[in-house]
C-alpha cells in the first residue's frame, strides 16, 4: 500500500514537470543516457517485417520501463510466444506505443491481470482495461524489461503507431539517446532475368556480384552486361554507433541513367501488409541463402505502400547497345547514406555464367515462367518433349556455355510432362498451373488442394512427386514449389495408403531434416489442413508422453521443466487441492513457473500436474506439498 501511494505521489511531480512538453515522446528506458539497438523498423525478419525497434538492456531484465507519453493502456497481452508480455497505451492524440517481452508489469496491472488469469484459468490472456482504468502519465513506470515470448535475449521491443495501429518509424522521433552515424553498407547485388527473353552476361537466371567500397563509394566486383526485362535485389544493412548488429535500411533509391526508378521508404508499416515481405525480398535468394535480398521491383500483384512512388514495377528495361548508367542509394533513418554506381554493357557475345547462382544439383530448375535444363555441351543439339497432350516435340538449345547447354522453356504456353535427353527420361512432375486471379481445385490421386482466389501472389506451376520409404514406413507428400509461398493458405488433403493411429497422427512439415507439427483432422484415409507454403508433408505418430522435471518445489515456487520429443507441449495444467494455479511458460527454456494469487498464502496440500502434448499424450505428476 505504501509503494502505491508513493507512486500516486510521484505521478503528481511528474505530470507538474512535464505538462510543458506533453507531445514529444519521451525514450522508455535509460532516458538522457545513450542507448543502443538490435533492431530498427522495417528491418527484414524471416517472414515479417519488424514493426519496430529493439532496445537493448545490456544482457539485465528488470530495467524499468516509462511511459513514453501519457495515455492509458489500451491493451494487456501475455503469450508464450511472440510479444510475450506487452502493454499497448493510447495517447488520445492519434498515437499510441507498444511495450514487449516485459518480465513484469507495474503493480497496479499485474495485480489486475493475474486476478484475470485466475478467473479464466489461463497463461495466455488479452484484455482491453476499461478507458483510463490505467492510465499515466509521461515517465511514470509501467513495467520492466524482459526476455518473454519470442525474444531471443533480453530487450525492449518499442513501437510507436498511429490511430490505425500501422506503425511509424521510432527513430523519426529524434530521441538524443540513440546515436547513428554511420553509413549503410552495401554487401551484394543480385541481377535477375524476369522473362525468358532476357539474358544477364549473355546466360539466364540470377548473377550475383560482391560489392567493393573504394573511398566511401561502392563498386561492382566485375563487369555486367543486360538485355532485356531484369530485376535487381541488394543485400545491404545499417550499423548504429559502436555496435556490430545488422540493422534495417530506411530508405533505398535507384537511378537508372539519372532518372529515378526507385524510391522506397518505409516510413510507415501495416500489420496487414507484413506478410508480404516474402515479395519484398527475393523468397528464392532467402530459401537459398537465409538473407534478406531486397528486390528494388515489384511483382505485379505485390505493390505495398513503400513501392508507391516507383515507376515501371522498378524493372530495368534494356533494348539496344548502348552503355547504362546506374545509382543506388541506400539511406537510414538518420540520413546517413551510401552510394553504388555501375554501368552495364552489353556488347558481349560470349555467355560468362562465373557469377551465376546455383541453386540446386538437379539440372531442372524453374524460375519464374521458364523451366530451366542444363546438360553437357557434348549432348546433341535438342531433346525431346513429351506434353500433357502426348504430343512429342524437339526443343533445340536456347545457349550454350563453356560447360553446358542450356534449353529454356516458356511454362506460360504448355507444361511439359517429361523430358527425353539422350541418356535418360526426366519426370518433370508437373501437375497443374494455378492462376492467382481463379480459385482451383486438383484432385490427384495421392492429395486434393484447393487454391481459392487472389490467395497467390503469382501463377503458380505446382509440380508433385510421392515418396515412399520403405526402411521407416514413411509416407512423404513432396511438393517442389517452395519458393512460391502464398499470401494466405492453401487447403490440403492428403491422401494416404498406410493405416495410421489416427488420435496420434499428425502432418508435419519438414524443412533441413527436421519436422514441424501442422495438425490435421482426419476423413477415412487422408487428412486434410492449410499451409501457406508448399513443401515437404509427412505423417508421424506421436504415442510418447512429455516429459516433467521438477526444478524447484518449495511452499512459495513450483517450477518444472517440461518437454515433449516430437508434437510439442500443448496444455499444462497445474492444481493445488483442486484449484487451478498460475503457470508462466518460458517455451525458450522448457520451464513452467507458478505465480500466486495470494501471495502470503503458503502451497499447501494436494498438488497435480498435467502436461499434454498436441497428440493428446498426457503425462501426471502428483505430489503431497
Ligand atoms: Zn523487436
Not at 517455451?587 to 494436494?606: A, H, T, V, W
Amino acid at each position: 500500500m505504501k509503494s502505491f501511494l508513493i507512486l500516486i505521489l510521484n505521478s503528481f511531480i511528474i505530470f507538474n514537470c512535464f505538462t510543458q512538453s506533453n507531445n514529444s515522446f519521451q525514450f522508455p528506458l535509460n532516458k538522457n543516457q545513450q542507448n543502443f539497438l538490435s533492431g530498427t523498423m522495417g528491418e527484414l525478419r524471416g517472414d515479417h517485417f519488424h514493426m519496430g525497434i529493439d532496445i537493448k538492456t545490456n544482457g539485465k531484465i528488470g530495467v524499468p520501463i516509462h511511459a513514453s507519453k501519457s495515455g492509458y493502456i489500451e491493451r494487456i497481452r501475455i503469450g508464450s510466444r511472440g510479444y510475450g508480455r506487452a502493454l499497448y497505451m493510447n495517447h488520445n492524440d492519434g498515437t499510441k506505443s507498444v511495450y514487449a517481452h516485459l518480465s513484469r508489469f507495474n503493480n497496479s496491472i499485474e495485480n489486475f491481470i493475474i486476478k484475470e488469469q485466475y478467473k479464466t484459468q489461463s497463461f495466455e490472456i488479452t484484455r482491453y482495461p476499461e478507458k483510463n482504468k490505467f492510465y499515466f502519465n509521461k515517465g511514470e513506470l509501467i513495467g520492466y524489461s524482459g526476455n518473454s515470448g519470442s525474444s531471443s535475449g533480453p530487450h525492449l521491443h518499442f513501437e510507436i503507431r498511429d490511430s490505425n495501429d500501422d506503425v511509424l518509424d521510432p527513430l523519426s522521433y529524434n530521441f538524443i539517446e540513440i546515436k547513428d552515424t554511420v553509413n549503410p553498407t552495401f554487401e551484394k547485388i543480385v541481377f535477375k532475368t524476369l522473362d525468358i527473353n532476357s539474358r544477364i552476361n549473355g546466360g539466364f537466371g540470377f548473377y550475383e556480384y560482391k560489392l567493393i567500397k573504394k573511398k566511401n563509394k561502392y563498386y561492382l566486383d566485375g563487369k555486367v552486361s543486360m538485355v532485356g526485362n531484369i530485376g535487381i535485389a541488394i543485400y545491404a544493412y545499417d550499423r548504429l554507433d559502436l555496435m556490430p548488429n545488422k540493422n534495417g535500411i530506411k530508405k533505398t533509391e535507384m537511378f537508372f541513367n539519372k532518372i529515378k526508378l526507385v524510391s522506397n521508404n518505409i516510413e510507415k508499416l501495416s500489420y496487414n501488409e507484413t506478410s508480404k515481405i516474402v515479395k519484398y525480398i527475393d523468397y528464392n535468394l532467402y530459401n537459398l541463402k537465409r538473407k534478406q535480398y531486397i528486390k528494388l521491383y515489384q511483382d505485379d500483384g505485390n505493390k505495398m505502400l513503400v513501392h508507391r512512388n516507383n515507376s515501371h514495377n522498378g524493372i530495368v528495361n534494356i533494348n539496344n547497345d548502348s552503355t547504362h548508367f546506374f545509382q543506388i542509394y541506400i539511406t537510414d533513418s538518420y540520413n546517413n547514406s551510401s552510394e553504388l554506381s555501375f554501368y552495364s554493357n552489353n556488347k558481349n557475345d560470349v555467355v560468362d555464367n562465373s557469377k551465376k547462382i546455383i541453386f540446386n544439383n538437379s539440372n531442372i530448375s524453374v524460375i519464374d515462367n521458364v523451366l530451366e535444363l542444363k546438360l553437357d555441351v557434348n549432348h546433341k543439339d535438342y531433346v525431346e518433349i513429351l506434353y500433357d497432350n502426348n504430343l512429342i516435340k524437339n526443343q533445340f538449345y536456347t545457349y550454350k556455355t563453356k560447360n553446358s547447354k542450356v534449353f529454356l522453356l516458356d511454362l506460360i504456353k504448355i507444361l511439359p510432362k517429361k523430358i527425353i535427353t539422350e541418356e535418360k527420361e526426366i519426370n518433370t512432375q508437373f501437375i497443374s498451373t494455378i492462376y492467382p486471379k481463379l480459385e482451383k481445385k486438383i484432385i490427384h490421386k495421392d492429395f486434393e488442394l484447393l487454391s481459392k482466389q487472389n490467395i497467390l501472389f503469382d501463377t503458380l506451376y505446382l509440380r508433385f512427386e510421392k515418396k515412399y520409404d520403405s526402411i521407416n514406413y514413411q509416407e512423404t507428400f513432396s511438393f517442389s514449389n517452395k519458393n512460391d509461398i502464398a499470401n494466405k493458405a492453401f487447403n490440403i488433403k492428403l491422401k494416404t495408403l498406410k493405416k495410421y493411429d489416427i488420435e496420434k497422427s499428425h502432418v508435419y512439415s519438414i524443412s533441413q531434416d527436421d519436422y514441424y507439427f501442422i495438425g490435421g483432422n482426419w476423413k477415412n484415409n487422408s487428412i486434410e489442413f492449410k499451409s501457406k507454403l508448399l513443401s515437404d508433408f509427412t505423417i508421424l505418430t506421436d504415442t510418447i508422453a512429455p516429459e516433467i522435471k521438477s526444478i524447484k518445489i518449495t511452499k512459495d515456487e513450483l517450477r518444472f521443466k517440461i518437454t515433449d520429443d516430437l508434437s510439442g507441449i500443448k496444455e499444462y495444467i497445474g492444481k493445488i487441492n483442486g484449484n487451478w494455479i498460475l503457470f508462466n511458460y518460458d517455451y525458450k527454456r522448457d520451464l513452467i513457473f507458478s505465480q500466486k494469487i495470494e501471495k502470503e498464502k503458503p502451497f499447501m496440500g494436494n498438488f497435480e500436474l498435467k502436461i499434454i502434448d498436441k497428440a493428446g499424450n498426457v503425462n501426471m505428476l502428483n505430489f503431497k506439498l
